[in-house]
């Protein structure tokens, strides 16, 4: 599972003034006729800090939301950029401040009955920034309610809690598998909070953590390779109903290779492979390839390992065995071969990570 960043939690606590500074005290109700936003240059879609924005209840108050990283740029550079794609908005409120330190800009825009608001800041050398935007209904005021249905769809991996419904979607798919979806229920939190406990440790899964104040519940579970940790927020003045936000790391072994590439050295039995990279070079008129392929070896650390020590020792005249590292070295024709392993354990499999560099005219 993706580490929520100790520092930018502590952001949030101090930036909810902030979220509530721009964005108010309310927000309108959702509507399905809710455009596209525009992106900054260069942007990428990121769920690394989305539990900042519902922690601060920033993401909450839009029925269209994303958050993005980008280099080079400023928060206010930002916020300058979205006020001049939303030029024909009004600016209901704008905000540039230092919190511990950090950069921070928002901004509010509306027009008729559209909202979009933005905040950006500085974050470990490159600028995060969340991007919202809802619609409400012509006429009417006061907190929003909780939509009928689903505003995004896709697989879930865990089961929802009844009756709830997905209020925004994330999911990467390369290796681990990562999903960030959020839901919202009209149920007592500390009840959500009970029948995901109860619900998941029936189904094998055991508690890692739990963590909580008056009005929020966090839990980590873990079952094998998979985590999953579960954020709830109970009702408030922004948000008239329960927040359920899940992020869901998967790491349990795929049944079939994530990446394709030539393989000078075997694999093992039954591996599947999850990352390839090939890189040739040429200096002083020698010619220099390097294969880099990770595997998910079905099998313990001790099995793997012997399998690879001796395939390694029948190819390689020096050898060196490092404990979770396996290093060799030959000479073949007029080329100098070198092979790297490492290995890293895990509860179903055991991830082999192989560089095969060859050396030559």
């Not at 921070?104 to 008729?112: A, F, G, I, R």
């Not at 329960?242 to 998967?250: F, G, R």
């Not at 390839?276 to 390097?290: C, D, P, Q, R, W």
Request: hydrophobic share 35%.
């Amino acid at each position: 599972m993706k580490k929520v960043n100790t520092k930018i939690w502590g952001l949030a606590l101090l930036l909810v003034f902030v979220i509530v500074s721009v964005v108010g005290c309310s927000k309108p109700n959702p509507s399905a006729e809710q455009g596209g936003l525009p992106v900054y240059p260069n942007s990428q879609e990121s769920s690394e800090f989305n539990m900042w924005a519902t922690a601060t209840g920033f993401s909450n108050q839009f029925t269209e939301f994303h958050s993005y990283v980008v280099n080079g740029v400023s928060p206010n550079e930002i916020i300058s950029w979205y006020k001049s794609k939303f030029s024909h908005y009004t600016v209901e409120n704008e905000i540039n401040s230092t919190v511990q330190g950090t950069n921070v800009s928002s901004l509010t825009l509306k027009k008729d009955n559209t909202l979009v608001g933005v905040t950006a800041l500085e974050q470990e050398g490159k600028t995060v920034y969340f991007v919202g935007q809802t619609v409400s209904q012509q006429g009417e005021v006061g907190g929003s309610s909780l939509p009928q249905n689903d505003m995004a769809s896709g697989e879930e991996p865990i089961k929802r809690y009844p009756g709830s419904v997905i209020l925004s979607y994330e999911k990467r798919d390369d290796f681990p598998i990562y999903y960030d979806i959020e839901y919202g229920t009209k149920d007592p939190f500390n009840k959500v909070g009970d029948w995901f406990k109860n619900t998941l440790t029936s189904q094998g899964w055991s508690i890692e953590s739990q963590s909580g104040s008056a009005d929020t519940i966090e839990i980590a579970f873990k079952k094998a390779d998979d985590k999953v940790q579960i954020w709830i927020g109970a009702p408030d003045s922004e948000r008239p109903y329960t927040s359920i936000h899940i992020a869901y790391t998967m790491r349990s072994l795929p049944d079939h290779d994530l990446a394709t590439g030539e393989e000078p050295f075997e694999r093992y039995p039954k591996a599947v492979m999850i990352e390839y990279n090939k890189a040739t070079m040429t200096m002083s008129g020698a010619n220099s390839t390097e294969i880099k392929a990770v595997y998910l070896a079905p099998d313990t650390f001790d099995k793997v390992k012997k399998w690879y020590l001796d395939l390694i020792n029948k190819k390689f005249s020096v050898v060196y065995d490092q404990g979770e590292i396996i290093e060799a070295g030959s000479k073949l024709d007029n080329m100098a071969v070198e092979v790297h392993i490492e290995f890293e354990k895990h509860n179903t499999y055991t991830e082999v990570s192989v560089d095969y560099i060859t050396v030559g005219q």
